[in-house]
């Protein structure tokens, strides 16, 4: 310790201890104490006024000079205490971080095909993303190259260049795309770290492009390391309170080490600065995937876990091992395996399965996911007071979202019905098509269509799935003589529903 | 407007019968003559200058002008200014739009004594004119209402003084029979375009003969006759002459003194129906139980069967006053257009009877029945005898141009208001199922009951019961409410099957059971009709409902109904025509908009919680508002269309099986949430035709249940382990649960395939 951090440190010890740091303390309540330090004079024009109401003299001159003395001190020895002992200036901290990572962070814009408004329509948004590769490798999440038909991308230096997706992973946000920009080989890059080694109050920085603006950085700490949301199926969160906006979607978040221990994924509108980001960890399976295969294979059992241990639910059974189960999907391998609801899954191919709480369903999940193809495993299931043995056969997850197709004419744009997508739909039909979104005004909105209709019929044909309808819509447009009418059955809350869609009328006039 | 009429009335027939073979009106040997010398003389319409010098032969008759200067002497100006009374307008004659026009009404009369004008009666209760005028020669005097002819369309004014340069009428000798078509009658009117007018027309243009009964002759509605010389045999303001018996013509000469009721004599009958009337119209109040709201139900209001009424049905009304008359000693005859849905939910009816010191006691009644041809329902008052019945066993009876009381009691703005007036007798129509109603000179249905002047009750207003509605039109006409006579109504009354005992007062749960074929359908429009040919039959698609989904054993499925048979229209058996099944109806049967449930995926359905509207279709549709117009147990024809093929096919209706709305529900209050057993509409929502297992309505915030994730629309389907099969033994063993012990309850939660575990600890 140097001597400035010497006298700083007794003598907040002895402030602590006073009357005026209590005062002080109730009337600062807002701003932490280290904050006070770092601005003291100001500070001290600013409390002097209340102070003044109840204090004497003394207590004012007792300010000021100690203001004065943390001043000195806290510009000299601001920082924290490295766990080797050694003191770094904490400021020195920040800056060495973000050098060794601004550089690799990039902003992209990416222009998407959405489906939504009842017609195919081109939309632009922005994110941030890092480069993890010398390559020219960048990590991103999957939501800011979703349905992309060009990404741009914008580095630290001013240089531009395109991307394309080698991979992306709708169920860990993740996605991984190659930068190209012209007359560029080598790009600097950042690593990734070691995410099962953080803890809760380290500071960490976000690096991205919050609201479109790029090349920021915002500080925060880590507010959790094991955060569990619902969205997250397959992995914990990342929480913290560094300032992420729409836009620093992909980007990294690095610890003061430099290294990135996270992707920002997630913010919150109404949390303040709260914010979650994918672990690393997480990312580096994904992306090791993702180059591989260009998607993330994993395996489906149709088994829907719930923790031993809910406190949110206020739902607790006695035991300190394995998992309920809480769910098994018609047809599934578990179900065809014998498994049954309110099962206690112990072991899964000898390994012990441990669901006490919530978050340790994640882990559950990505190890059943993880778990071979059309291979049989044993699995250890307790039921009431029975022990069983069960042999289950997972089978490929496959696609988690059902393709799109716009029927331009129709004003209307469906899509494939997906197990994992629409579990509503799907319970009502397991192969199908449905519609995704009406165009108002449009044909298919007069006659009567409604967004999450499922098309059972059309013209009298049976459509089973998406690429049925688009032939018959494109024969159907393609003939001249027809009557501009067609017949279609709908499903509609699991009730039939016949209509007659008239698309005489072009609504898009070009 | 009447004036115009008869005139052209009069017009029309003159010329008919100026070309009209004489053979036809040769019934009385002894008038076959003169018709068609009085046809002869008249070509011209109205105001008719006869100036023939062809009937020599005959006596000498005064042409036109010679008549009119003649009787020019009695001929006075009757001016009367009009008010409305207490609200109410004066709905006769032209005296609305000459209240409206700020201006008197002019009718023409004639001097019968120095002081007394008669004149046409224009049916206008006293209580709505503001003042009289005579004018004569120059001058104008008051004058007011002296009294009313009782068998004779015509009303006595007396003046405050005596008129210059007018006579009083004097009466000749009568005719004989035989020179009756003679006569001509004589009007002194005022046109509207602000000339006063005589006509002088043939008095006699026609004879008629009613089988059965008295014959008459007919002709211009003249006020005067006169005799082909000018003198004034007689008067007759209606325009008929009776031809046989004595008193064939009114003279007024040998003027009978009880044929004129005197103004104070009307006040005085008056105020004895009233008094009648305190015992006999009393205050009927009728509480309702308030309206079961259907649980998330989309609209959000609450619709009614009969959606084109306008009135008191369809309002969630919790209270209603009505006029209900004693026709018993203790039975009240209620008329109201209250319909099956709302004597459903009647919860009491009391009766205010006047007490003995003139403050009203309020007795309790029980709904005996609803009538079922007639808007109106029966009500029997507990435990007592009241006096003072109406006696709709002896009635009397009505005679032409008779007058008589009419007298009006309502609780619309809830205190009583008693509205008297009077009114002639024209004639009998018959309308509703070939019945005889009243046809009264005013036409005005007041809502009232009908009194002769001798106090006798003649005839209460009711109107025709609306059994069905398939135009789903707010606007529609109402049903025809006319007087209908006294022996009509206590026949009717006396019938077997007078009540419909279909309609009464219904428990709670029951009320909504409703009468239903078990299908679920929907509209069709032009392009579906096309689509599946039956653009004729359903005219474009404006009939018809098209079956989506037949409830296995529902009616509809015992019948052999399937899926895309179009359903066209209902043959109710007590009715002639059938009737057609109205797509208009339909709209509010579907969810208009989006509902919740399309959403739920996006909010991961966990973390959604709050009301959420039904994801199945209402009951009410077109065919079951039909059908519980018709009631149970009837066997109705359904006429439907099947793959283009007319069909038909007989059902007998009945009560529908309970829906969400009206299933059996138990709420566990330490829980905190509401289960409902499974009906036919959810169970179909979420494929569990024949599985177990109850359905959550509804989950208390901040109770165990909403801790422990259960939310609206979820399936219990398992309670500790064990599968929910009954929900009767499901509400046993929540019930049985003991707070407090310790002991845990864990249920299985299904939506949509995806169950959860909920563990509550008691």
């Known amino acids: 310790m140097n001597p400035y951090t010497y006298i700083n440190v007794y003598t907040v010890a002895w402030f602590k201890k006073s009357?005026?740091?209590?005062?002080?303390?109730?009337?600062?309540?807002?701003?932490?104490?280290?904050?006070?330090?770092?601005?003291?004079?100001?500070?001290?024009?600013?409390?002097?006024?209340?102070?003044?109401?109840?204090?004497?003299?003394?207590?004012?001159?007792?300010?000021?000079?100690?203001?004065?003395?943390?001043?000195?001190?806290?510009?000299?020895?601001?920082?924290?205490?490295?766990?080797?002992?050694?003191?770094?200036?904490?400021?020195?901290?920040?800056?060495?971080?973000?050098?060794?990572?601004?550089?690799?962070?990039?902003?992209?814009?990416?222009?998407?095909?959405?489906?939504?408004?009842?017609?195919?329509?081109?939309?632009?948004?922005?994110?941030?993303?890092?480069?993890?590769?010398?390559?020219?490798?960048?990590?991103?999440?999957?939501?800011?190259?979703?349905?992309?038909?060009?990404?741009?991308?914008?580095?630290?230096?001013?240089?531009?260049?395109?991307?394309?997706?080698?991979?992306?992973?709708?169920?860990?946000?993740?996605?991984?795309?190659?930068?190209?920009?012209?007359?560029?080989?080598?790009?600097?890059?950042?690593?990734?770290?070691?995410?099962?080694?953080?803890?809760?109050?380290?500071?960490?920085?976000?690096?991205?492009?919050?609201?479109?603006?790029?090349?920021?950085?915002?500080?925060?700490?880590?507010?959790?390391?094991?955060?569990?949301?619902?969205?997250?199926?397959?992995?914990?969160?990342?929480?913290?309170?560094?300032?992420?906006?729409?836009?620093?979607?992909?980007?990294?978040?690095?610890?003061?080490?430099?290294?990135?221990?996270?992707?920002?994924?997630?913010?919150?509108?109404?949390?303040?600065?709260?914010?979650?980001?994918?672990?690393?960890?997480?990312?580096?399976?994904?992306?090791?995937?993702?180059?591989?295969?260009?998607?993330?294979?994993?395996?489906?059992?149709?088994?829907?876990?719930?923790?031993?241990?809910?406190?949110?639910?206020?739902?607790?059974?006695?035991?300190?091992?394995?998992?309920?189960?809480?769910?098994?999907?018609?047809?599934?391998p578990a179900e065809m395996a014998g498994v049954k609801v309110r099962d206690l899954i112990l072991t899964v191919n000898g390994a012990e399965i441990k669901g006490v709480n919530r978050e340790d369903l994640p882990e559950i999940n990505q190890f059943l996911a993880e778990l071979a193809v059309e291979k049989p495993v044993e699995m250890k299931v307790k039921r009431g007071e029975e022990q069983l043995t069960l042999t289950m056969t997972p089978r490929k997850k496959g696609k988690v979202e059902g393709d799109d197709f716009d029927c331009r004419d129709w004003n209307v744009t469906v899509k494939a019905i997906n197990e994992f997508h629409n579990p509503t739909l799907f319970f009502y039909r397991k192969k199908g098509v449905f519609v995704q979104g009406v165009k108002y005004p449009g044909n298919a909105t007069n006659s009567g269509i409604r967004r999450g209709d499922i098309i059972l019929s059309v013209d009298g044909k049976d459509v089973d799935n998406l690429d049925e309808l688009e032939k018959i819509y494109t024969e159907m447009v393609k003939d001249e003589n027809r009557d501009k009418k067609t017949t279609m059955v709908l499903l509609r809350n699991g009730l039939k529903h016949y209509l007659v869609l008239d698309y005489a009328t072009k609504f898009e006039q070009d | 407007m009447k004036r115009i009429f008869e005139i052209y009335v009069f017009t029309l027939a003159l010329v008919l019968l100026a070309f009209a073979p004489q053979s036809l009106l040769a019934q009385d040997a002894a008038v076959a003559d003169a018709p068609a010398k009085a046809v002869d003389e008249k070509q011209d319409v109205a105001k008719v200058k006869a100036d023939d010098d062809e009937d020599d032969e005959e006596e000498e008759m005064l042409n036109g002008d010679e008549v009119v200067s003649m009787l020019k002497k009695h001929f006075v100006r009757v001016k009367i200014w009009v008010k409305k009374d207490d609200g109410e307008m004066p709905m006769v004659y032209n005296f609305a739009s000459d209240l409206g026009n700020e201006k008197p009404t002019f009718i023409g009369g004639y001097l019968w004594d120095e002081k007394t004008v008669v004149m046409e009666d224009f049916v206008l209760h006293d209580r709505f004119i503001r003042s009289i005028e005579v004018e004569a020669g120059g001058k104008s005097v008051p004058a007011k209402i002296k009294g009313y002819l009782k068998d004779t369309q015509a009303v006595l004014l007396e003046l405050n003084e005596s008129l210059p340069g007018v006579e009083p009428i004097k009466f000749c000798e009568a005719p004989e029979r035989e020179d009756i078509g003679s006569l001509r009658g004589v009007k002194y009117f005022y046109q509207q375009d602000g000339n006063w007018c005589t006509n002088v027309s043939g008095a006699v243009a026609g004879?008629?003969?009613?089988?059965?009964?008295?014959?008459?002759?007919?002709?211009?509605?003249?006020?005067?006759?006169?005799?082909?010389?000018?003198?004034?045999?007689?008067?007759?303001?209606?325009?008929?002459?009776?031809?046989?018996?004595?008193?064939?013509?009114?003279?007024?000469?040998?003027?009978?003194?009880?044929?004129?009721?005197?103004?104070?004599?009307?006040?005085?009958?008056?105020?004895?129906?009233?008094?009648?009337?305190?015992?006999?119209?009393?205050?009927?109040?009728?509480?309702?139980?308030?309206?079961?709201?259907?649980?998330?139900?989309?609209?959000?209001?609450?619709?009614?069967?009969?959606?084109?009424?306008?009135?008191?049905?369809?309002?969630?009304?919790?209270?209603?006053?009505?006029?209900?008359?004693?026709?018993?000693?203790?039975?009240?005859?209620?008329?109201?257009?209250?319909?099956?849905?709302?004597?459903?939910?009647?919860?009491?009816?009391?009766?205010?009877?006047?007490?003995?010191?003139?403050?009203?006691?309020?007795?309790?009644?029980?709904?005996?029945?609803?009538?079922?041809?007639?808007?109106?329902?029966?009500?029997?008052?507990?435990?007592?005898?009241?006096?003072?019945?109406?006696?709709?066993?002896?009635?009397?009876?009505?005679?032409?141009?008779?007058?008589?009381l009419k007298s009006n009691v309502n609780y619309w703005l809830k205190e009583r208001k008693e509205r008297l007036s009077y009114d002639r007798f024209v004639g009998y129509f018959r309308g509703y199922k070939d019945m005889p109603a009243i046809w009264t000179h005013t036409n005005e249905d007041d809502g009232s009951l009908a009194f002769s002047l001798d106090g006798k009750l003649l005839a209460i207003s009711l109107a025709q019961r609306t059994k069905t509605n398939n135009d789903y039109n707010a606007y529609a006409p109402q049903p025809n409410s006319a007087f209908r006579p006294v022996a009509l109504v206590s026949g009717e009354l006396a019938k077997d099957d007078a009540v419909d005992l279909t309609m009464k007062p219904l428990a709670k749960e029951k009320e909504k059971l409703s009468i239903t074929l078990g299908v679920e359908s929907q509209n069709l429009d032009l392009n579906l009709a096309r689509v599946f040919n039956v653009e004729k039959d359903t005219r474009g698609g404006a009939i018809g409902r098209l079956v989506l989904?037949?409830?296995?054993?529902?009616?509809?499925?015992?019948?052999?109904?399937?899926?895309?048979?179009?359903?066209?229209?209902?043959?109710?058996?007590?009715?002639?025509?059938?009737?057609?099944?109205?797509?208009?109806?339909?709209?509010?049967?579907?969810?208009?908009?989006?509902?919740?449930?399309?959403?739920?995926?996006?909010?991961?359905?966990?973390?959604?919680?709050?009301?959420?509207?039904?994801?199945?279709?209402?009951?009410?549709?077109?065919?079951?508002?039909?059908?519980?117009?018709?009631?149970?147990?009837?066997?109705?024809?359904?006429?439907?269309?099947?793959?283009?093929?007319?069909?038909?096919?007989?059902?007998t209706t009945q009560k529908g099986r309970p829906d969400f709305s009206s299933a059996k529900k138990f709420k566990s209050k330490e829980l905190g949430f509401t289960v409902k057993e499974l009906t036919y509409e959810v169970r179909r929502f979420f494929k569990r035709e024949d599985e177990g297992g109850v359905v959550v309505s509804k989950v208390e915030p901040g109770s165990k249940a909403m801790v422990g994730g259960m939310l609206p629309y979820n399936l219990v389907t398992h309670m500790n382990g064990k599968p929910v099969t009954d929900f009767n033994k499901f509400k046993a063993a929540v019930e049985a649960l003991q707070p407090g012990s310790g002991t845990s309850v864990e249920f299985t939660l299904e939506y949509m395939g995806k169950t959860r575990l909920v563990k509550i600890e008691m």
């Open chain 2, 549 to 651: 989904y037949v409830y296995p054993g529902s009616p509809a499925a015992k019948a052999g109904l399937e899926e895309k048979d179009i359903l066209l229209r209902i043959k109710d058996p007590d009715r002639t025509e059938p009737i057609d099944i109205g797509s208009g109806y339909g709209m509010y049967g579907r969810n208009s908009f989006m509902s919740r449930f399309d959403d739920y995926d996006d909010f991961g359905g966990d973390d959604y919680y709050g009301p959420m509207q039904a994801p199945w279709p209402s009951r009410q549709n077109a065919i079951t508002a039909i059908l519980s117009g018709i009631g149970e147990n009837k066997k109705i024809n359904l006429e439907f269309i099947r793959n283009g093929e007319k069909k038909s096919v007989s059902i």
């Open chain 2, 207 to 404: 004879f008629s003969k009613i089988e059965g009964k008295k014959s008459y002759l007919w002709g211009a509605p003249g006020d005067l006759l006169i005799m082909p010389d000018g003198q004034i045999a007689g008067l007759s303001f209606s325009g008929k002459i009776s031809s046989e018996g004595d008193d064939y013509i009114w003279e007024g000469a040998d003027l009978r003194k009880d044929g004129i009721l005197t103004l104070a004599e009307k006040v005085e009958k008056h105020a004895e129906i009233k008094a009648r009337l305190a015992k006999a119209a009393l205050l009927v109040k009728i509480d309702f139980r308030a309206v079961v709201e259907e649980e998330n139900q989309n609209n959000g209001f609450h619709q009614s069967w009969n959606m084109d009424r306008q009135g008191i049905n369809g309002n969630d009304m919790s209270e209603i006053m009505l006029t209900g008359f004693l026709i018993g000693e203790s039975r009240l005859l209620v008329p109201t257009s209250l319909n099956r849905e709302m004597i459903a939910r009647i919860e009491a009816i009391s009766v205010s009877v006047p007490g003995a010191d003139g403050k009203a006691e309020v007795l309790s009644a029980n709904f005996s029945g609803a009538l079922n041809d007639w808007e109106a329902i029966l009500i029997d008052v507990e435990g007592r005898k009241l006096e003072g019945f109406l006696d709709f066993a002896n009635g009397a009876e009505f005679a032409p141009d008779r007058m008589f």
């Open chain 1, 19 to 332: 009357q005026l740091y209590s005062d002080l303390n109730l009337l600062l309540q807002p701003f932490s104490l280290a904050g006070f330090m770092q601005n003291a004079l100001s500070y001290v024009v600013r409390i002097t006024p209340f102070y003044s109401e109840r204090a004497n003299m003394k207590h004012r001159v007792y300010a000021a000079i100690l203001c004065a003395i943390f001043g000195s001190c806290a510009s000299l020895s601001a920082g924290t205490i490295s766990a080797d002992g050694k003191v770094q200036d904490f400021r020195e901290i920040i800056q060495t971080a973000k050098k060794k990572v601004f550089p690799a962070v990039v902003f992209i814009t990416s222009i998407s095909e959405r489906y939504e408004g009842g017609k195919k329509e081109k939309s632009m948004s922005a994110g941030s993303g890092v480069i993890i590769s010398e390559t020219g490798e960048a990590v991103t999440n999957w939501h800011v190259v979703d349905k992309t038909v060009a990404l741009r991308i914008l580095l630290l230096d001013g240089e531009v260049g395109e991307a394309e997706v080698i991979g992306s992973d709708k169920d860990t946000d993740l996605a991984l795309i190659k930068i190209k920009v012209e007359g560029r080989e080598k790009f600097p890059f950042a690593e990734l770290g070691d995410s099962s080694k953080l803890t809760e109050g380290q500071f960490v920085m976000a690096m991205g492009a919050p609201w479109g603006l790029s090349r920021s950085v915002s500080l925060g700490i880590l507010s959790c390391t094991t955060r569990f949301l619902p969205n997250g199926q397959y992995n914990l969160w990342l929480q913290t309170d560094a300032s992420i906006n729409p836009g620093n979607s992909g980007g990294p978040l690095i610890n003061t080490s430099g290294d990135v221990i996270g992707i920002n994924t997630l913010g919150t509108f109404y949390g303040g600065d709260m914010a979650f980001s994918i672990p690393s960890n997480v990312v580096k399976r994904t992306v090791s995937a993702l180059r591989k295969d260009g998607k993330v294979e994993r395996a489906w059992t149709g088994i829907r876990v719930q923790p031993l241990k809910d406190f949110e639910r206020n739902t607790f059974y006695k035991a300190d091992t394995g998992v309920l189960v809480a769910s098994v999907d018609n047809g599934s």
